[in-house]
């Protein structure tokens, strides 16, 4: 399937890639990457999720972003609008407990719905928490866009019997 493509190496092993989506831990849609060979030749290449930097490609995107950026100045203050708009809540999760210890754990998932039920509607995969098993407060981590970065202070609370 790839044997046709030639590939620019750095000298560490490495190449550069554009991603076409976001990865986790690695970057944002249109950033240029570098990875080790393996990674983009085996994972990000044929999962469609990367493209080679060429020297064509990195004038492409060039373009493409000077075109985004009066666009991507609107979605940024919409990001920053609902941030403030999250500050200013006050969650509290109700969870079944024994004492402090929680009947199971509250994760990205139960954060994500109680910002719901608080009429802002977050995906939970742009929320880091980590898996809570007790009562107390506690801090989450909501990415709305790549430039706005919030902390979200949130209290797990034993439900009343």
């Known amino acids: 399937m790839l044997s046709g493509l030639t590939y620019k190496f750095n000298k560490d092993n490495k190449m550069e890639l554009i991603l076409k989506q976001d990865v986790q831990n690695l970057g944002f849609k249109d950033d240029v990457v570098t990875v080790k060979n393996g990674y983009g030749r085996n994972f990000l290449i ?13 004038k492409v995107l060039a373009e493409n972003l000077k075109q985004k950026a009066h666009k991507e100045a609107k979605v940024v203050a919409d990001a920053k609008a ?21 009947f199971g754990s509250i994760s990205n998932a139960d954060i994500a719905q109680a910002l719901e039920a ?17 009562t107390g407060k506690y801090s989450a981590t909501i990415r709305l866009h790549r430039e706005v970065i919030i902390e979200l202070p949130y209290e797990i609370v034993a439900e009343k019997a």
């Open 46 to 58: 044929p999962q469609g999720v990367a493209i080679l930097a060429t020297s064509s490609a990195k």
């Open 82 to 102: 609902t941030a403030e708009a999250i500050k200013a809540l006050e969650i509290k999760i109700t969870a079944k407990a024994g004492g402090e210890k929680l």
């Open 118 to 134: 608080n009429g802002q509607a977050i995906e939970r995969k742009f929320i880091t928490s980590g898996i809570v098993k007790r």
